[in-house]
């Protein structure tokens, strides 16, 4: 069986040897003012797709560090979803096109990885026929198993204009175990768990005009990308990421780091789940120059740090912990980014620094809401008012499920609703302070500025409710 290394390494070599280039991966910030983070292998290639440089090579092959922080929300709750991860992708500027990257990705799947031909779905773009004939004829793959998808999985874009074109994708079906029947096909209702996408081949083959219509492109690219985590999981019989050999020995490091075991209940496994993710994620961040701070990338960085420290509060560890898990990421995934090696003693400081710091408000707020539940108990009430719980949260940045959490261990009430309707109001102020601001005719760097970080306190690149759950 292989092993989450060698696959990485196998991929290489197969595209290697169909004549590719291997570049190592590029920074996590991106060469690219419009993008906060890589968030897929194509990225630093972005300006050969879209025809702005001369590609140095018509074939390249990576395995590209990743962060998604629109899946963030996801992480411990699906099987298959990461903050951060690596993604195997080869890439072709002008040169092959649909034919052998189909071939190719069938004989990677079905010859190297071995996986079970049986268990594989492929998709297309509704009106791909050509991408569903070459599966047919030059991999031998049945028709009932490819299914047409639309735009929204199927359609892969640079933007409202310019290039553009269709995917298509391979998965593998775990079966009725984990969703829908023995007559399901992929993409119908309720299968989302039950077939994984493992590798997405797009063909950008399409230029946008201005006025919607799509011309042909003189020089048509492949740019492919699988998940390194997802293949791993599929290869090695497991039907969760985290299970992998690339992730489980982190998992069990959390586990020794805040004295609880994967298995004992769901909410563990969340928790450890979540721990693994994120120090991943918070060890590539800060190795690639990232520190945390209030806004873009630091804010991503010290989002997803703080919610790691909080998971291990919620196991029970209130010491330092989460500055120990470097080592062992730095263990696991040193060979494939040595540069990890040399950058350790900063990376733990960092984090170390960080999680002392949240440590600090965590326990200010804990204090706080003690304090709080005393003074509304002696005024005989047994409850919180969405005005304390909301102080707590935007004078002292203590987050609302903790507060919860403690009210619900003293028996003391609080209301959801009550804390959202307060965090609508804040919300309201800062946007007609905005406009009274505005009215004056103040200029547009005002604007700016507020648009950004609003009239208050900044709050990152998503809804403050995410705060509120950090
Ligand atoms: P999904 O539909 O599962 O969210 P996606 O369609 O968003 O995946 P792509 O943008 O097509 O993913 O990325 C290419 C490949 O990268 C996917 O086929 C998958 O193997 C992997 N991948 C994508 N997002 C993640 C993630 N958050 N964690 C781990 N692997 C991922
Ligand atoms: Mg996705
Ligand atoms: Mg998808
Ligand atoms: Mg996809």
Redesign the pocket.
Not at 80 to 87: Q, V
Not at 196 to 200: T, V
Not at 224 to 231: F, P, Q, Y
């Given at each position: 069986m292989l092993t989450g290394n060698q696959i990485r390494k196998e991929f290489i070599e197969f595209f290697k040897n169909k004549s590719h280039k291997h570049f190592e991966s590029a920074s996590l910030i991106p060469d690219d003012p419009t993008l906060l983070l890589t968030?897929?292998?194509m990225v630093p290639f972005k300006p050969y797709f879209l025809g702005q440089k001369e590609a140095p090579y018509p074939r390249v092959t990576t395995y590209q560090k990743?962060i998604?922080t629109?899946?963030l929300e996801?992480?411990g709750r699906?099987a298959?979803?990461?903050?951060?991860?690596?993604?195997l992708g080869n890439f072709s500027f002008g040169d092959y096109f649909k034919e052998e990257a189909i071939a190719w990705s069938w004989e990677f799947v079905t010859e190297v990885l071995k996986l079970d031909k049986d268990k594989l779905w492929v998709s297309v773009f509704t009106t791909d026929d050509e991408a569903e004939q070459i599966w047919i004829d030059k991999c031998k793959f049945p028709k009932e198993r490819i299914v047409r998808l639309g735009e929204d999985?199927n359609w892969?874009a640079a933007g409202p204009t310019g290039s553009c074109g269709p995917?298509s994708?391979?998965h593998v079906d775990l079966g009725p175990s984990y969703g829908g029947d023995e007559n399901s096909k992929l993409g119908d209702e309720g299968t989302?768990n039950r077939f994984?996408?493992?590798?997405?081949l797009?063909f950008t083959e399409w230029n946008r005009k201005e006025d919607g219509s799509l011309e042909p492109l003189p020089k048509k690219n492949i740019d492919?990308?699988?998940?390194?985590?997802?293949?791993a999981a599929m290869v090695q019989g497991k039907s969760n990421?985290f299970e992998t050999d690339l992730l489980f020995p982190l998992v069990e490091e959390a586990g020794r780091l805040t004295n609880s075991k994967y298995g004992d209940n769901q909410d563990v496994n969340f928790s450890l789940k979540v721990i693994t993710d994120h120090s991943r994620a918070v060890t590539f961040l800060i190795n690639d120059g990232v520190i945390p701070s209030n806004e873009g990338r630091g804010y991503v960085l010290r989002r997803i740090l703080r919610r790691a420290v909080r998971h291990g509060r919620l196991l029970g560890q209130s010491e330092l912990f989460l500055y120990k898990m470097v080592d062992k990421v730095v263990s696991m995934m040193g060979e494939a980014y040595p540069d990890l090696k040399k950058n350790i003693e900063h990376i733990k400081k960092v984090v170390k620094i960080e999680e002392e710091k949240f440590s600090r408000t965590l326990d200010q707020g804990i204090q706080l809401v003690n304090q709080e539940i005393e003074k509304a108990k002696k005024e005989g009430q047994n409850k919180l008012s969405g005005d304390v719980t909301f102080k707590l949260y935007d004078t002292y940045g203590f987050p609302y499920e903790l507060t919860e959490e403690i009210c619900g261990e003293n028996g003391v009430e609080v209301s959801k609703e009550e804390f959202e309707a307060k965090m609508e109001e804040q919300k309201e102020k800062a946007r007609s302070a905005r406009e009274v601001i505005m009215e004056k005719g103040q200029d547009s760097f005002i604007e700016e500025f507020y648009d950004k970080n609003g009239t208050t306190e900044f709050v990152g690149y998503e809804s403050s409710e995410e705060k509120a759950r950090l």
């Open positions: 968030v897929a292998g990743c998604r629109n899946d996801n992480v699906t298959r979803h990461h903050t951060f991860f690596e993604m999985e892969w995917c994708e391979i989302d994984i996408e493992i590798w997405n797009v492919t990308g699988a998940g390194l985590e997802r293949i990421n």
